[in-house]
């Protein structure tokens, strides 16, 4: 009984520790991205709606990858507006950099990684930046005249955010949102105190640590079965970089985690074909890999 109790002072003083040191950032994700939601959205859609009208050519990549980051939406959200997009004549490899881009980051999300410092949150945003540009791309040289995507059956979704009140619309996206996010970002940092508590940082810093690349394919490769909301993985990144994960680890976790999301990939698996999501899958882990071993490089 007296060992029990004394785990549990152990882990309930490393969970306090890391929730009083990740909350801020959590909260404050949550308020911008539902302002974001709730005030940006419609704007972010009718801007890149907008673009296909310009003869911009392959550099439409670039704005669409930056208005795919901004969207505050889900794929399974997101998904349905590309389709409409599609629908209005937007060309593909546009929609794949605002699919890629949508899918690896947002507003919120960017707020969440603050908490990892600053290093890490501007290699998050350039390399899922990046990584939008590649998807563009690669559709635009390898799927030319050719279509990529399959939309099919996925009609826009009705907004949630009808309320005529903006603060009672605000105040409802920002309930969902800790109802949505809420659980994970707990039991990240419950799974991340079970770390501080039962895995010695060596033995971690031995799998992950700087000089070992085989640390960037393991971080890449549990980014597949862990990765299930991006606020619940933070805690874990945090802890993980504190006993000796390398950067580049990191940055491949961050890639592989969001675009093997589960629930992304059934979505995906609809929109793209077997070959295609094969395809796609291959893509995410290669990029996750070269990002890991080039940040390891230069940090």
């Given at each position: 009984m007296d060992i029990l109790r004394r785990e549990s002072i152990y882990l309930w003083y490393y969970f306090t520790v890391q929730f009083e040191q990740i909350f801020p950032y959590w909260s404050l994700g949550m308020l911008?991205?539902?302002?974001?939601?709730?005030?940006?959205?419609?704007?972010?859609?009718?801007?890149?709606?907008?673009m296909k009208d310009k003869r911009i050519g392959l550099f439409g990549i670039i704005p669409a990858v930056i208005l795919g980051i901004l969207s505050p939406l889900c794929m399974y959200g997101t998904i349905p507006i590309a389709a409409s997009f599609s629908e209005k004549g937007m060309r593909d490899d546009w929609l794949a950099s605002f699919m890629m881009a949508s899918i690896l980051l947002n507003p919120q999300l960017i707020v969440y990684s603050m908490a990892l410092g600053g290093v890490v949150v501007t290699i998050r945003i350039v390399s899922c930046f990046l990584c939008g540009i590649?998807?563009?791309?690669?559709v635009?040289?390898?799927?030319?005249?050719k279509p990529f995507f399959c939309f099919s059956g996925f009609r826009e979704p009705a907004s949630h955010d009808t309320d005529p009140n903006l603060l009672l619309r605000f105040l409802k996206n920002f309930g969902r949102n800790?109802?949505?996010?809420?659980?994970?970002?707990?039991?990240?940092?419950?799974?991340?105190?079970?770390?501080?508590?039962?895995v010695p940082s060596e033995t971690f810093a031995r799998l992950f640590g700087r000089n070992e690349g085989f640390g960037v394919l393991m971080a890449a490769t549990i980014g597949v079965p862990v990765y299930v909301c991006g606020g619940g993985t933070i805690p874990l990144l945090q802890q993980?970089?504190?006993?000796?994960?390398?950067?580049?680890?990191?940055a491949a976790f961050m890639i592989t985690g969001p675009a093997t999301k589960i629930t992304n990939l059934g979505a995906l698996?609809?929109?793209?074909?077997?070959?295609?999501?094969?395809?796609?899958?291959?893509?995410?882990?290669?990029?996750?890999?070269?990002?890991?071993?080039?940040v390891n490089c230069i940090v």
């Amino acid at each position: 009984m007296d060992i029990l109790r004394r785990e549990s002072i152990y882990l309930w003083y490393y969970f306090t520790v890391q929730f009083e040191q990740i909350f801020p950032y959590w909260s404050l994700g949550m308020l911008i991205g539902s302002a974001v939601s709730v005030f940006g959205k419609e704007r972010i859609n009718s801007l890149f709606s907008s673009m296909k009208d310009k003869r911009i050519g392959l550099f439409g990549i670039i704005p669409a990858v930056i208005l795919g980051i901004l969207s505050p939406l889900c794929m399974y959200g997101t998904i349905p507006i590309a389709a409409s997009f599609s629908e209005k004549g937007m060309r593909d490899d546009w929609l794949a950099s605002f699919m890629m881009a949508s899918i690896l980051l947002n507003p919120q999300l960017i707020v969440y990684s603050m908490a990892l410092g600053g290093v890490v949150v501007t290699i998050r945003i350039v390399s899922c930046f990046l990584c939008g540009i590649a998807a563009g791309l690669l559709v635009h040289f390898c799927w030319r005249g050719k279509p990529f995507f399959c939309f099919s059956g996925f009609r826009e979704p009705a907004s949630h955010d009808t309320d005529p009140n903006l603060l009672l619309r605000f105040l409802k996206n920002f309930g969902r949102n800790i109802k949505a996010t809420g659980p994970y970002f707990l039991l990240g940092i419950v799974l991340s105190a079970l770390f501080q508590r039962y895995v010695p940082s060596e033995t971690f810093a031995r799998l992950f640590g700087r000089n070992e690349g085989f640390g960037v394919l393991m971080a890449a490769t549990i980014g597949v079965p862990v990765y299930v909301c991006g606020g619940g993985t933070i805690p874990l990144l945090q802890q993980w970089l504190f006993d000796g994960m390398s950067v580049g680890s990191a940055a491949a976790f961050m890639i592989t985690g969001p675009a093997t999301k589960i629930t992304n990939l059934g979505a995906l698996k609809i929109v793209l074909g077997t070959k295609r999501f094969l395809l796609y899958i291959l893509f995410s882990i290669a990029f996750a890999l070269f990002t890991g071993l080039l940040v390891n490089c230069i940090v």
